[in-house]
Nanobody, 125 residues
């Protein structure tokens, strides 16, 4: 059973930066996983923001964050990061990381099985 814990959320002014951390435990060491970040603002549908193949490092981003956000991993620390730069008011919401066992194809298209509790990001104008 994979457990995920997010950290790093907070409040920032528009144009600022935040880094979110997603630390994993309980996973099977010889398996590969997809990790993705999602966000949800009040009254809006959950949005897939970024994904990464944990071993291969292949990444993908939503059009709304491309060029501003970077997802990357540190295998030794069992952590996936989401570096968020040039934040906009529309980037605010609850950010959650999720994991799925990789079995081929593109991580961006996966249904995710394991979820963290989420961390709040507030962006003020």
């Amino acid at each position: 059973q994979v457990q995920l814990v997010e950290s790093g959320g907070g409040s920032v002014q528009a144009g600022g930066s935040l880094r979110l951390d997603c630390t994993a435990s309980g996973y099977t060491w010889n398996k590969n996983y997809c990790i993705a970040w999602f966000r949800q603002a009040p009254g809006k549908a959950r949005e897939r923001v970024a994904s990464i193949n944990f071993r291969g490092g292949v990444t993908r981003y939503s059009d709304s964050v491309k060029g501003r956000f970077t997802i990357y991993q540190d295998s030794a620390k069992k952590t996936v990061y989401l570096q968020m730069n040039s934040l906009k008011v529309d980037d605010a919401g609850k950010y959650s990381c999720a994991a799925a066992t990789y079995s081929g194809g593109r991580c961006w298209e996966y249904d995710y099985d394991y979820w963290g509790q989420g961390t709040q990001v507030t962006v003020s104008s």
